[in-house]
């Protein structure tokens, strides 16, 4: 990522981003946060209603699915804004990094996350091997072409 571009971590105040490094914004989410996180995600209306998040989970109270959108909006995961007499909430950033957030969490709060990592790449299909192995190229060709305009720098 160049200099002064913002990554993909809908709660990264680095400026320029160095996420990569840091835990920006990591929020703790809950079971039921995450459920209801995921089906806004998987609604296919991009702004549902809390009445239809409620209505994908029917095991929940509608007044529970209601505070649970507003936590996620007081955490910065979800926006919301009147429809007329109707709330909307659209999620704030992409999918994959809010998957991140909850992944680096847990990998933290792990008291070996070499293992854990060496577990999870044990699970791995060959398709998503070659996914964490290209992004691990590019983290790598990224980090040493910071490194060279470094060294030119301090010359």
């Known amino acids: 990522m160049s200099a002064g571009t913002k990554c993909d971590n809908p709660m990264c105040s680095c400026d320029p981003c160095t996420c990569a490094q840091c835990a920006c914004g990591v929020v703790t989410l809950g079971d039921l946060e995450r459920r209801v996180l995921g089906v806004v995600w998987d609604l296919p209306d991009p702004e549902p209603t809390g009445r239809e998040v409620a ?13 649970v959108l507003d936590r996620l909006v007081n955490k910065g995961l979800l926006s919301r804004r009147m429809d007329g007499r ?21 990998l933290a709060s792990d008291s070996d996350p070499g293992a854990a990592l060496v577990c999870f790449a044990n699970t ?16 790598s060709s990224h980090t040493n072409e910071l490194k060279s305009l470094h ?5």
């Open 55 to 67: 209505d994908a989970l029917p095991a929940h109270a509608y007044t529970t699915v209601a505070t």
């Open 86 to 106: 109707l709330i909307r909430f659209r999620p704030i950033g992409v999918r994959g990094a809010h998957t991140a957030v909850v992944m680096r969490q847990a």
């Open 151 to 155: 060294d030119l720098g301090g010359r």
């Open 124 to 139: 791995l299909s060959s398709a998503e091997m070659a996914v964490l192995l290209g992004a691990l190229d590019e983290r």
